[in-house]
């Protein structure tokens, strides 16, 4: 989840991380089982997370937009450039799992922000009137706004972090490109280990651009 997801807060501030945050993400792997929420979709913050990691691995870019607050053409624009990113960092956690297995995959999604439902499960939850922050115990944290009676994930609140909205697409769109290009290079038995690829990684939020692998 662009926690966001925690990787995308890591990026932002990074919810991003949760991105993002988009974050609406990370120690296991979104490639993971599925974990079903004990309430339905945006009843709770947590189960709007879970349901935005179930859309992730569905690859369903359209579902994890509707699982973001946006009020305007700007955040609907940022929230489906999160949506495209997770779905590539999706991809690319499955692709680490089939070459590496579990633990190489839990390498992956550690190193690119990755919050697993059983983090989300474990978080510490602060609920004020229709706000609401989850705070991962690996770090991180999600922002998410209650509307229309749903909890969704806070565009806005990504946007406080990542400067305008521009930034924001160019940002996602930059790590949605390098998780396809990652994805590609295990798939085709370019990358050796899970430890090389999050080295890779690490590289990339660096800045490092010869070493993506999308290039």
Known sequence: MSTMTRSTMNHLVSLAAVAVAVALACAPVRGEPVTAP????????????????AAMRAGDVDGIVALHHATNDNERKVARAIAASEVEVG?????ARAKFGDAGAATVGRAIGDVSDADIQAATEQVRGDRAVLQFKQGGAAALVRADGEWKASVAEVLRGAGDAQQAIDRFT???SFARGLAQDISAGKVKSADEAAARIERHERGVSEDDPSN
Do not use: H, V
Request: proline share 8%; charged share 20%.
């Open 38 to 53: 004990t309430t339905a979709p945006g009843e709770s913050p947590k189960a709007t997370l879970i349901a935005y990691n």
């Open 174 to 176: 930059r790590r949605g």
């Open 91 to 95: 991809k690319l956690l499955a692709a």
